[in-house]
């Protein structure tokens, strides 16, 4: 069984850092391209951050460059995601899910407010 599991969400003020992580199992996580992708209340699913299978390609979108960081452990099946300098604007539930989006994770929250 294939399985995603975010952790790591929660309540922060602007300006602070968080540390998600998403532990997969039942595929071979190191074979995948990995994204995180989020959902802020009343709107669509965005894309935020993608990693090819090895961990030394990575990608952005621009509301997050240079305040996020995409990184992987293949020997440990997880997939990361620093986040600093967060704005109230990067308030959403945070998803990874696999190369192709064929795998999803039940979500983490973040929510960043004073």
């Known amino acids: 069984e294939v399985q995603l599991v975010e952790s790591g969400g929660g309540l922060v003020q602007p300006g602070g850092s968080l540390r998600l992580s998403c532990a997969a199992s039942?595929?071979?996580?190191?074979?995948?391209?990995m994204n995180w992708v989020r959902q802020a209340p009343g709107k669509g699913l965005e894309w935020v951050s993608a990693?090819?299978?090895?961990?030394?390609?990575?990608y952005y979108v621009d509301s997050v460059k240079g305040r996020f960081t995409i990184s992987r452990d293949n020997a440990k099946n997880t997939l990361y995601l620093q986040m600093n300098t967060l704005k109230p604007e990067d308030t959403a539930l945070y998803y990874c899910?696999?190369?192709?989006?064929?795998?999803w994770g039940q979500g983490t929250q973040v929510t960043v407010s004073s």
């Open positions: 990693i090819n299978s090895v961990g030394d390609t990575t």
């Open positions: 899910a696999s190369q192709g989006y064929g795998y």
């Open positions: 039942g595929f071979t996580f190191s074979s995948y391209y």
